[in-house]
């Protein structure tokens, strides 16, 4: 007689087969509503994801294969995590990665860091912006925060004259200091989302979130396109930096929290490590 977890086994293969036979006849239907021919084949082409978007590389090795190709193209991008988990290094080696090897070019307005201490910083990471900036191929200004109208403006005009493609705010989360209510937040990261969508770029936006600070996800993160989440959190007696996508309209993506090291190169995901295994 097999035993108990022989039994398991048996039972979730059922489980799953059953599953997939059902996935496939809602596929189905879902390809007959948009109006594709949705023979047997068709359908096995496009089991998973149907590619609407161009992608754009990210720069950070092991984050496209996250993300099943990289990040669809004018899809607005929160980069939420808490502090020192490599926002900041993220959005540099982003625009880096454009302007260097994708004929790109690209913004970063910076809320709070001096242009000349993350032109350094980079550098540190092994990115280097000088020639970059020379060329007219980057630009990182930092933006005053007297009004929201006028950074939306600045925002306009320095996206057109360097005919950006990537745009990063960094850190997003200082917007919030311009008001006094949530409300008003919304409707200004609303307003936000709709002028960066109406221009030809993919935007970056940093937010804090902290696993241990227990914050609730805010508005950025439900009106962005995707959300990429970055932690730096104990486990035992070590720092473990992982990064997991929450989500990602236009694309499927891992679901799994995968750990990443920043160094010299700088930030590397591993797409094949897994931080948490699931529960036998
Ligand atoms: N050249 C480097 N080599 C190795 N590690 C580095 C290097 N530069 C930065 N780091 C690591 O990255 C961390 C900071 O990354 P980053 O500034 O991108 O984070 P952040 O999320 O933007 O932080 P903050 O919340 O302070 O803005 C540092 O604390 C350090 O551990
Ligand atoms: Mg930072």
Same mark, same amino acid.
Do not use: C, W
């Given at each position: 007689m097999a035993d108990f977890s022989d039994k398991l086994v048996e039972i979730r293969s059922q489980m799953s087969?059953?599953?997939?036979?059902?996935?496939?006849?809602?596929?189905?239907?879902?390809?007959?509503?948009?109006?594709?021919?949705?023979?047997?084949?068709?359908?096995?082409?496009?089991?998973? +994801? %149907?590619?609407?978007?161009?992608?754009v590389k990210s720069g950070?090795?092991? $984050?496209? &294969? *996250?993300?099943h190709g990289g990040i669809p193209k004018g899809n607005l991008v929160v980069i939420a995590g808490g502090p020192g988990s490599g926002?900041?290094?993220?959005g540099l080696q982003f625009l880096y990665e454009g302007a260097k090897n994708q004929g790109e070019p690209g913004?970063?307005?910076?809320?709070?860091?001096?242009?000349?201490?993350?032109?350094?910083?980079?550098?540190g990471l092994g990115f280097d912006f000088e020639p970059l900036i020379k060329e007219g191929k980057v630009l990182i +200004? %930092?933006?005053?925060?007297?009004?929201?109208?006028?950074?939306?403006?600045? $925002?306009? &005009? *320095?996206?057109?004259?360097?005919?950006?493609?990537?745009?990063?705010?960094d850190p997003g989360a200082l917007l919030r200091l311009f008001f006094e209510t949530e409300i008003e937040v919304r409707k200004a990261f609303v307003d936000l989302?709709?002028?960066?969508?109406?221009m030809d770029i993919t935007p970056l936006i940093t937010t804090d979130f902290s696993l241990e600070a227990g914050k609730q996800f805010e508005m950025e993160e439900y009106a962005a396109d995707g959300v990429i989440l970055l932690?730096?959190?104990?486990?035992?007696?070590?720092?473990?930096?992982?990064?997991?996508?929450?989500?990602?309209?236009?694309?499927?993506?891992?679901?799994?929290?995968?750990?990443?090291?920043?160094?010299?190169?700088?930030?590397?995901?591993?797409?094949?490590?897994?931080?948490?295994?699931?529960?036998?």
């Open positions: 087969e059953k599953k997939k036979k059902r996935e496939k006849k809602v596929s189905m239907k879902k390809a007959k509503v948009l109006g594709e021919k949705s023979s047997e084949k068709m359908f096995e082409k496009n089991f998973g +994801i %149907k590619e609407y978007f161009d992608r950070v090795p092991g $984050i496209d &294969e *996250v993300l926002k900041t290094s993220f913004v970063f307005i910076s809320l709070e860091e001096e242009p000349e201490r993350l032109i350094k910083n980079a550098k +200004i %930092k933006s005053a925060m007297y009004q929201l109208n006028t950074l939306f403006s600045n $925002i306009k &005009e *320095v996206v057109r004259k360097m005919k950006a493609k990537r745009l990063v705010i989302a709709g002028l960066l969508k109406k932690y730096h959190t104990r486990i035992g007696n070590i720092y473990q930096r992982m990064i997991a996508i929450l989500k990602m309209r236009g694309t499927s993506h891992s679901e799994k929290v995968h750990p990443f090291k920043i160094g010299y190169g700088g930030i590397m995901v591993y797409p094949e490590e897994e931080v948490f295994r699931e529960m036998e």
